[in-house]
Structures are given as structure tokens and as C-alpha cells.
């Protein structure tokens, strides 16, 4: 068959688009500019051949060298298109920089209802504050001679930060991961002769005591029905403890390292006193024969904004394992400030 160069902006009608056809649209098909002879072959490689060498100069060309007038009277197919359909019609004064703003406004727009429909999938809890031992009983290996570091080191208050987020999916169920570290750190005096890790520590001179409790935890867990106006969501926590306690002395120390995996229940319940105040309770926890752990928090959530609440927090950490090779009981408060984030 003979192909000629199409006239731009000629079309034929009866011309039916098929998939794949880059020639033609809805109205027709381009025609010879001289004979009229219908070019029916609508082959994607010959069109885009066609492309190459026809419009796409054309449309390089107008563009480059002055922005805002009219290029082409057709505007030339765009690949890719499912249909595979050409669009057709003058495009007229064609403004870069009013396009581009109307594209950056249309990308802002989606954004914010991408953000709005994601609000409230992600929470970002930061808390720092003090905290208290009211007891640390600790005793290397366990039918050691035991000794404190609540009177070694005193009550406190001891720096602690605490990070926790709280993923949301589409089946009121998510996940919490939390990272909060806890070193407790001081010089004070032994009031007996302690016996720790194979190291014989002698009583009223200076002692540098360490203890440090890292917990990192990953919980699954499952929204459930509101009860009176309460949200209540509850799993399972994946707990790993990772704790270092040391003593030292002029010319001597001593340090035992512990790390494992400790599995927890898990429920945290909110309820919203005001539009901007909210009360939440949360718990992780569970007692065996070997031991057990305890973390209990309240907190008064305010909300500054949509996106953003200040926190007053207070928890109360317990627990410990007096079987195996070592022996560890402690109680630990705390009182916290914090920021939540949503996204």
C-alpha cells in the first residue's frame, strides 16, 4: 500500500479506533493531503514512525523557541494510552508557566487528600523524663549474697526517653513498636561484702554501680468494639530484654550481660473527656514461675492541633526472673512529657 504524509488536523470519518492504533481517534483516521487516499494500515510501528517524524519535530521545535503560542493545530498522540487513541483539536496558546502551576497545585491537592486519607495511620509517641527505683535487688549468680542498687545508688531521678509508634492497617488491627532504654548509673558504698559475678566487693569504699535495662518491643494487636464510649485495642508483645549490670572498685569489676525474649499481653484503652483532652491506660504484662514483668502507664493526652497532642505521662515498671543464673527484681517510676504525632 502506498502511504503519503498525512495532512495534520485531516481525518476521515467511518474510521473505527482499534487497540493499539496511534493514527486514528474517535472521529477517523488521517488522510492524504493531496489524493485523499486513506492511510488504513494502523500499524504501531509505522505510526510511530510517523510520530517521529512528524509531530514530534514540530512540537520540539515550536516549544523551544517561544513559549505561550500556538505549535500545532493537533495535538499529537499520547503513548501509552490504554485505548490507544489519539486526541484530536486545536490546543491553542499553549502557557508553560500556568501549566506547570496548575500541575503543582493538582500534585498539592492529591497530596493533602493522600495525607487526610492516611491521617491517624501512623502515631509517633516521644516521651522523656524521670525516673525513680523504689526497689533493685540484684544478686550474680542467684544463690549469691544479694544486694541493692537503690541503696547503692539512690532513688533517683534518673534522665529515660522512651519512643513508641503505633501503626494502623485497614482491618482495625496494627502493630506498636516501641524502643526504651533505662540506664541507671552512680558511685556510692556497699553496707555488706557482696559476692558478684566470681568478684568479692569489700564494703564502705567507693563503688561505681551500673544498671542498665533496654526493652525493645514489637505488639500485634486488634481494635475491638467501643465500650461506653472507650476504644479498646489488645494483642500480643514480643519483648526482648537487653540488660547489663556491672559493680566496680579500685583494681577490680565485675558485669553480667542478659539478653532474651520475654512474650507479653497487651491492651492500651483511650476515651476522649473533650474534643481536645483524652485519658489512655496501657499495659503490657505477664507473670510465669520464672518471673514476670509489669508496665503499667496513664496518660493525659491535649490536643494542639489535629496532627500534633502533648502528653503528661506516669508508668509504673516492675518485674524481674529469680531462677537460672541470675537474680533481678526491680520497680521503676516514672513521670514523662512527650509529643504524639499522626500522620
Sequence with gaps: MRRTRPKRGGFCKGHKPQRGCFSGNATGHPVDAVRSTRIVDCGFPEQQRLWR??????????????????????????????????????????????????????????????????????????????????????????????????????????????????????????????????????????????????????????????????????????????????DVRAGWTFFIRDANVSLAQSGKSASFYNLGPVPLYYILAEKHLTDRLRAEFEFDGLVAPEGGALDLGLALGYSLNPTTALKLRARYLDGGTGSGSAYSYATVNYLSLGLEFRW
Design 53 to 230: 517524524r512528524t509531530y514530534w519535530p514540530v512540537f520540539v521545535t515550536r516549544v523551544s523557541r517561544r513559549y505561550g503560542k500556538p505549535f500545532a493545530r493537533q495535538q499529537p498522540p499520547r503513548w501509552g494510552d490504554s485505548f490507544g487513541r489519539a486526541r484530536t483539536g486545536r490546543l491553542g496558546t499553549v502557557n508553560v508557566r500556568m501549566t506547570i502551576g496548575k500541575s503543582i497545585a493538582i500534585l498539592g491537592i492529591l497530596g493533602a487528600c493522600g495525607v487526610l486519607r492516611a491521617q491517624d495511620q501512623i502515631r509517633l509517641d516521644i516521651e522523656g523524663g524521670v525516673a525513680y527505683q523504689t526497689r533493685n535487688t540484684c544478686a550474680i549468680p542467684a544463690d549469691s549474697s544479694k544486694f541493692s542498687y537503690r541503696d547503692l545508688l539512690g532513688r533517683g531521678p534518673f534522665n529515660y526517653g522512651r519512643v513508641t509508634a503505633i501503626i494502623n492497617d485497614a482491618n482495625n488491627s496494627g502493630y506498636r513498636i516501641v524502643i526504651a532504654p533505662l540506664n541507671i548509673s552512680g558511685v556510692g558504698k556497699l553496707p555488706n561484702k557482696v559476692q558478684f559475678s566470681g568478684t568479692t566487693f569489700d564494703p564502705g569504699i567507693d563503688t561505681a554501680g551500673r544498671y542498665i535495662f533496654n526493652n525493645y518491643r514489637f505488639t500485634w494487636w486488634h481494635k475491638w468494639k467501643p465500650i461506653d464510649g472507650i
